[in-house]
């Protein structure tokens, strides 16, 4: 059974900084990192950051570049997110899942590995001042 728990959330003011933790157990997605997914009040799941396999360089989301940095051992299954500088629009639940880079055109994002459907319950974060 695979299982994703993540930790961390909470209310921030704007500029401070929250550490997000993952934990995965019963991956079967061997072929792909671990990678962050927030989805706030109204909007669709977007990608923030995503690991690579091959010891490459780590996805991040244009709007979280310089401010977050994510952390990953893909032999523990577990993924950390440290977000600094937060911002109100991170305002969302974060959710930690397997993933992949998709690349349309000039755009490249972060999505979830195929046929994954085991979302964790996710962390809130609140950046309100």
């Known amino acids: 059974e695979v299982q994703l728990v993540e930790s961390g959330g909470g209310l921030v003011q704007p500029g401070g900084s929250l550490r997000l933790s993952c934990t995965a157990s019963?991956?079967?997605?061997?072929?792909?990192?671990l990678g962050w997914f927030r989805q706030a009040p109204g909007k669709a799941r977007e990608g923030v950051s995503c690991?690579?396999?091959?010891?490459?360089?780590?996805f991040y989301r244009d709007s979280v570049k310089g401010r977050f940095t994510m952390s990953s051992d893909n032999a523990k299954n577990t993924a950390d997110l440290q977000m600094n500088s937060l911002e109100f629009e991170d305002t969302a639940i974060y959710y930690c899942?397997?993933?992949?880079?998709?690349?349309?055109?000039?755009?490249?994002?972060?999505?979830?590995?195929?046929?994954?459907?085991?979302w964790g319950q996710g962390t809130q974060v609140t950046v309100s001042s």
């Open positions: 019963g991956l079967t997605f061997d072929d792909y990192a």
């Open positions: 690991g690579s396999t091959g010891g490459g360089e780590t």
């Open positions: 899942a397997p993933c992949m880079t998709l690349v349309i055109g000039a755009i490249t994002l972060a999505t979830p590995a195929p046929d994954f459907r085991s």
